[in-house]
């Protein structure tokens, strides 16, 4: 079956960076668009950035645009997300998630069948 798997959350001083993976099996990676996000404590989880199954399109959320980067590597079916310039607003589950082969992605949170646990990422000031 189809599993997303986040690693490298971690705690963080504001301005430091962290590198989260999500490793995918059970589908063909390739195949199907990505996306990342994130919940905070008592607030609705929220899309941060997707990209499209080759890697040459992407969107990202207002608030991490220009300090996030999404990337993917196909041949090793894992997905990434570059965070720099990281502040305690970044303090957040992040979550990657996949929608059915064929199906578009976006920022919203419906549309997307598979998610991994999450990884947690806490910024301190």
Do not use: H
């Given at each position: 079956?189809?599993?997303?798997?986040?690693?490298?959350?971690?705690?963080?001083?504001?301005?430091?960076?962290?590198?989260?993976?999500c490793a995918a099996s059970g589908y063909t990676f390739g195949s199907s668009c990505m996306g990342w996000f994130r919940q905070a404590p008592g607030k609705e989880?929220?899309?941060?950035?997707?990209?499209?199954?080759?890697?040459?399109?992407?969107?990202?959320?207002?608030?991490?645009?220009?300090?996030?980067?999404?990337?993917?590597?196909?041949?090793?079916?894992?997905?990434?997300?570059?965070?720099?310039?990281?502040?305690?607003?970044?303090?957040?589950?992040?979550?990657?998630?996949?929608?059915?082969?064929?199906?578009?992605?976006?920022?919203?949170?419906?549309?997307?069948?598979?998610?991994?646990?999450?990884?947690?990422?806490?910024?301190?000031?």
């Open positions: 079956q189809v599993q997303l798997v986040e690693s490298g959350g971690d705690s963080v001083q504001a301005g430091g960076s962290l590198r989260l993976s989880r929220e899309g941060v950035a997707v990209i499209s199954t080759t890697g040459g399109n992407t969107i990202y959320a207002d608030s991490v645009k220009g300090r996030f980067t999404i990337s993917r590597d196909n041949a090793k079916k894992t997905l990434y997300l570059q965070m720099n310039s990281l502040s305690p607003e970044d303090t957040a589950m992040y979550y990657c998630a996949a929608p059915m082969t064929g199906r578009s992605c976006s920022l919203g949170v419906y549309g997307y069948n598979y998610w991994g646990q999450g990884t947690q990422v806490t910024v301190s000031s």
